[in-house]
């Protein structure tokens, strides 16, 4: 299996494909087109009866579609999976692959704010559809919020002193750029450990903008509605806060620690998890850096 390109190179490509089972004429969902790594192999797998209808809210990633007619490409985001399915009349699915890591091209385009290590506009936005930005965030949420926004969605440690900080900060200015935001930071952190709190600060930040969470939820839900019996849900998680979501879907049904019993007392849940937990290679992370974090679940829908 090969794929090659400069716009973001696929995690676990090999393995999440071959977690699907394709079939040649099946019909599959690729919910994070992305530079269409993922897309290229389900697509070479598939016969010229087979389907594949992807999704991505990211101008950027439509510059990177394929020229198939057996490919569906849907400018959206993937929480309108229930909706896009059924008006392309593709629902059920043999399988829905979703990779939720943010592209190496996201990261890498500087002008998007998502990393602490350029200079520029706090955006943040998946899509310019989107109407609140991490500028919006850090000059408009009251203390309390920006706490819990770095507790919940980064972990963030010091999430008390970097909210009292951007506060402070923003008080003899509005805080508009990345440069700026590291700044007011620089102070509520031990310096041997702040380019890691930053990026913690980043992620809460860009789960916020975007409701990661939130859209999550959605999607689960739908794979359920939408994927059709003995197909596949294959999920790779960047972080815990997601993981953990995926991991109570698959296991309770629910987004609960509790399991859901029906009324004989057996697991009420639309699937049944396929293995453990799949992890990067030593070699995979050694070649790609952003993998190191990746943890991909597998799921048969019951």
């Known amino acids: 299996m090969e794929y090659v390109s400069n716009y973001h190179t696929p995690v676990l490509l090999k393995e999440s494909i071959e977690a699907l089972q394709i079939k040649p004429s099946g019909t599959y969902v690729d919910c994070t087109f992305g530079g269409g790594g993922h897309s290229q192999l389900i697509l070479k797998n598939l016969s010229n009866e087979g389907r594949l209808i992807a999704f991505d809210q990211d101008e950027h990633a439509l510059e990177n579609t394929l020229d198939d007619k057996r490919l569906t490409l849907v400018h959206h985001n993937f929480k309108y999976l229930n909706q896009f399915l059924n008006y392309h009349k593709a629902s059920p699915v043999d399988g829905i692959l979703a990779d939720l890591g943010i592209s190496s091209a996201q990261i890498n385009e500087a002008d998007r704010g998502f990393a602490h ?9 998946m899509s310019k559809g989107i109407k609140l930005s991490a500028k919006d965030i850090i000059n ?3 203390t309390q919020s920006l706490i819990d926004v770095f507790r919940n969605y980064g972990e963030v440690k010091s999430a008390f002193k970097a909210a ?6 923003r008080k003899s200015r509005e805080i508009a750029t990345t440069n700026e935001l590291n700044a007011a930071l620089l102070n509520a952190t031990n310096e041997f450990s702040l380019a890691k709190n930053l990026s913690r600060v980043y992620q809460s930040l860009r789960i916020e903008v975007n409701g990661e969470m939130d859209v999550l939820k959605d999607l689960l839900l739908s794979t359920a509605q939408n994927i059709s019996k003995g197909g596949t849900l294959v999920i790779i998680s960047y972080h815990s806060l997601e993981d953990r979501l995926v991991k109570q879907f698959i296991q309770n049904g629910s987004f609960s620690k509790n399991q859901t019993k029906d009324f004989y007392g057996n697991i009420d849940r639309p699937f ?7 992890i990067p290679s030593k070699e995979e992370i050694e070649t ?13 829908r019951n």
């Open 272 to 278: 049944e998890p396929l293995g453990k937990m799949i």
């Open 164 to 169: 009292n900080a951007i506060v402070a900060a």
């Open 140 to 142: 408009t949420y009251d």
């Open 288 to 300: 790609n850096g952003r993998a190191r974090s990746a943890k991909m679940r597998i799921a048969i």
């Open 117 to 125: 290590k350029y200079n520029a506009q706090l955006d943040m936005r």
